[in-house]
């Protein structure tokens, strides 16, 4: 073949052991020579020669091999001692003696090894050739010389920077410099059906073959993706040694920032050191550009343990610091330490807290601020952290709010966001006095308090307890706004309030203090029976909340959105969304606000006659506050209903009555949320006091004729207490009320009452039967809600009159449904649906369940 003398080629690791298994075969046939492989740490050099031994001696070829270390260059011979370990050597190839003479040792080995290879083909390996002590690199030398004479391959690999200092450039030789591996190489290594694969790991190792290795390894199913990438990283890094790791870890640390001189010190190094590092980490596929390619920079960071990982980080921080990088920058360094002993740490941990807060980053935030407290020693400087905290983690955890709460009420003087965040608090945890102290401190402020801001704190006012807490006019134009969205309560939706909610909902960002007025202006719409915008200004509100990590915002506005569907008739759709926003937060976070679930729950139970799940609404545990606040009555009116609706009347007489106290007291008349005549007047009718119940519905209708939804109510109560011959017509307008106020719930329990009163006279009263109202009552489309059923007729002496229990058992028997079914569907034992039949059977005199379909004809349309 000729004398080769420093020939190069680069090739990645597959391509040189192609090369390599060429000159193997070459060897077999008698022809020897030397190779230098060159690369850099984890390059692939020693997987390359462990490949290229395997080859050899499936070919039969005698291998000797070794590896030299920096640890054992004073051990003189080590290296050859490696290479006559091979059990497969004949013992006059191992028996020089290791005592003899080094000269006479080299030269008597040297010439066996020769002779062997005159004999056989031989291959000699040996890995890290810059780490081989001083007697062993002659012996290889000699071997070197008389390769080219006898079927002898050396194959002695290096690390790049030493070719050019070691001794065996000076003799013929070949040098492979290993090159990363491309995507093709790479390609070659992965499974069939990894589209995309090659790409994805030649982006993530730059064709490192040992982080390519890895990646492979861990795509087959051997590993964890993320384990072994990391695990290479660190044996990786291993390779290279000092003061490259240091290096290494001292980017990793930074981040950002990453110039010479701030990776120096933070490693502790030499500026040219760093960058000459720096380049190698590039050349290894870890660094692109100046940083650390981010599953890289992972792995590097999750290899520091505690004293060192503190150091760096303390290093890190204070050279940003110095640099003048944000507090955000510098806090994250801090935080990731665990120590702000230095005189400016506080500060910068503070400013970091307001700054990523800017961000919605909660969690940061918090961390910055719990290390802060752990430093600060002033009185005042724990108080601003203990403000500061209060703010911060009342969007995720109120009730750990409540100590700051605490410490703002104790404090001898706030400022303007100290007050903002104590009203904000206190409204949620119902403590009313605080909130209107606070509001009004900060209108009489010397700095008068921005109109959006007094606008969205009056329309939470409003929301919570049904009053204004502003002093101030109305000829501003947020305040003109927000006093006239806050008329919902007390009209019902109107074109003035839904041009006003829009307004609102078009110009206020959703915030802490804007939670409040964001959700009266979504109800507005709603009682103005603009469902689907109301739905979805609840829903994008709802998406920004969860995407901005706000915990509670989110919580409210799904409680919101759970009573829209209620609205709109779609039961199961609000129990869903009302118990998923009752999930995201426990009772003491919810605060007052728990009401507003729970009163959605107790409502749509109660409709779908699912009266367990009802009770178990009941068992959830209300703040004491709680019923002081329109929520809390809200609650109260439903669970007034619940007891209308299992035959309690008079416990339902004592909760409508305790709303009527509320609101009374209050000076409230707020008929759109709680028409109380209306709702009295709905109990009195239950217990058969006719009269009362007249003059309540009366009263309701005088009290508020505009609001379309008490009109409902009031008109639905005169119709089932007054003459029966009036009885179509007023329902029909109940139900027209209930339709324009946008409660399609009411409009379907108002046409189902339509129905069955219109069944009942064709069963034999001489009632004249309501055409006009059933015709109507199936012509329309209602919401798909359980049936809803009306009382009797109190004042009715007829025996066969149905308690609407009773009702509701017999309507499905004559459907067919078994008693076993029966109890499943209304949540009761079948032994009471037996006494409900046995009762039915007897007031109807009839003999059993085939008769009482003849009794209770249900249409197919009807039902």
Not at 451 to 461: F, I, M
Not at 507 to 515: A, E, V, Y
Request: glycine share 8%; net charge negative; hydrophobic share 45%.
């Amino acid at each position: 073949m000729g004398v080769i003398w420093g020939q190069n080629r680069r090739d990645n690791p597959q391509r040189a052991l192609a090369f390599l298994e060429d000159l193997l075969i070459e060897c077999d046939a008698g022809v020897g020579e030397t190779v230098l492989v060159g690369g850099a740490p984890a390059s692939g050099k020693t997987h390359l020669q462990h490949q290229l031994v395997v080859r050899a001696k499936e070919l039969g070829i005698v291998t000797l091999t070794a590896s030299g270390a920096a640890d054992e260059r004073d051990v003189d011979g080590g290296v050859i001692d490696q290479l006559l370990a091979s059990p497969l050597l004949p013992p006059w190839l191992t028996g020089c003696p290791a005592g003899t003479d080094a000269d006479d040792r080299i030269a008597a080995l040297c010439g066996a090894v020769h002779r062997l290879a005159g004999e056989r083909p031989v291959l000699v390996a040996v890995d890290d050739l810059q780490h081989v002590d001083e007697t062993s690199a002659r012996l290889l030398l000699r071997l070197q010389r008389r390769a080219p004479s006898a079927a002898l391959l050396l194959v002695l690999s290096h690390t790049d920077g030493s070719y050019a200092e070691l001794p065996f450039t000076a003799l013929p030789h070949r040098h492979v410099e290993l090159t990363p591996l491309s995507v093709q190489a790479i390609a070659e290594l992965v499974p069939a059906g990894g589209d995309g694969l090659p790409e994805r790991i030649h982006e993530l190792s730059a064709g490192n073959p040992l982080l390519v290795r890895a990646l492979v390894d861990a795509h087959r199913g051997s590993a964890d993706t993320g384990s072994a990438y990391s695990e290479a990283v660190q044996l990786l890094l291993h390779r290279y040694g000092s003061p490259l790791r240091e290096v290494a870890t001292a980017i990793a640390v930074l981040d950002s920032d990453v110039t010479a001189d701030a990776v120096a010190i933070v490693a502790g190094v030499d500026p040219l050191e760093a960058e000459a590092s720096t380049g190698r980490l590039a050349d290894a596929g870890l660094v692109a550009g100046v940083r650390f390619r981010p599953p890289a920079a992972a792995a590097v960071l999750g290899g520091l343990r505690g004293p060192e990982k503190v150091r760096l980080h303390a290093r890190a921080a204070e050279v940003k610091h110095l640099r003048g990088l944000s507090p955000a920058d510098v806090a994250r360094h801090l935080v990731a330490a665990g120590e702000a002993e230095a005189d400016w740490a506080l500060p910068v941990l503070v400013a970091a807290a307001e700054q990523v807060m800017l961000g919605d980053d909660i969690d940061f935030a918090t961390r910055c601020l719990k290390l802060a407290a752990s430093v600060a020693e002033a009185r005042w400087e724990q108080q601003t952290i203990s403000q500061l905290l209060a703010k911060i983690t009342w969007r995720v955890n109120p009730a750990a709010a409540a100590p700051h709460l605490r410490s703002l009420r104790e404090a001898g003087s706030l400022d303007r966001s100290d007050r903002l965040g104590l009203a904000r608090q206190s409204l949620w945890l119902g403590e009313r006095d605080t909130f209107e102290r606070a509001f009004a401190a900060l209108e009489h402020d010397g700095e008068p308090l921005d109109p959006r801001t007094s606008a969205e704190l009056v329309l939470a006012g409003y929301w919570h307890y049904g009053v204004s807490t502003t002093t101030a006019g109305s000829g501003d134009p947020w305040l003109h706004t927000a006093q006239t969205l806050a008329e919902v309560w007390r009209t019902g939706g109107t074109a003035a309030t839904s041009a006003c909610a829009e307004r609102i909902l078009q110009n206020c960002r959703l915030s802490d203090t804007s939670l409040e007025a964001l959700a009266t202006a979504i109800v507005a719409l709603a009682y103005d029976d603009k469902a689907d915008r109301a739905e979805g200004w609840c829903t994008s509100l709802g998406e920004e909340a969860e995407y901005r990590g706000a915990v509670t915002w989110k919580a409210m506005l799904d409680a919101i959105g759970a009573s829209l569907r209620l609205r709109r008739g779609d039961v199961g759709g609000a129990v869903d969304l009302a118990n998923r926003a009752l999930g995201m937060l426990d009772a003491p976070n919810w605060g007052v606000a728990i009401t507003h679930p729970l009163a959605t729950l107790l409502i749509a139970h109660t409709a779908a006659g699912a009266f367990k799940d009802a009770a178990a609404v009941l068992r959830h545990p209300l703040p004491d506050a709680a019923l002081t606040t329109l929520g809390g009555v809200r609650y109260l009116r439903a669970r007034g209903h619940f007891h209308l609706a299992t035959n309690r009347g008079l416990a339902a007489v004592s909760d409508l009555q305790q709303c009527r106290r509320i609101l009374v007291e209050q000076d409230l008349e707020l008929p759109a949320i709680l028409p109380w005549q209306a709702d009295l007047a709905e109990a009195n009718l239950g217990l058969g006091n006719t009269a009362p119940a007249v003059e309540l519905a009366k009263q309701q209708l005088a009290a508020a004729p505009a609001d379309a939804y008490s009109r409902g109510s009031a008109l639905r109560v005169l119709a089932l207490a007054g003459d029966a011959a009036a009885r179509p017509a007023l329902l029909e307008r109940a139900a027209e009320a209930f339709k324009t106020a946008g409660d399609r719930l009411e409009v379907a329990k108002t046409m189902r009452t339509i129905n069955q009163l219109s069944q009942r006279a064709e069963r034999g009263s001489n009632l004249v039967k309501p055409v006009h109202a059933l015709r109507q009552a199936r012509s329309r489309p209602a919401p798909a809600v359980p049936r809803s059923t009306v009382r009797p007729e109190p004042a009715s002496p007829s025996a066969s009159v149905l308690s609407e229990a009773e009702l509701r058992v017999a309507e499905l028997a004559v459907d067919g449904h078994t008693n076993r079914q029966i109890a499943a569907t209304l949540y009761i034992t079948v032994s009471t649906v037996e006494q409900h039949l046995t009762r039915v059977y007897r007031k109807l005199g009839v003999a059993g369940r085939a008769a009482l379909a003849g009794e209770l004809d249900s249409p197919e349309g009807d039902r």
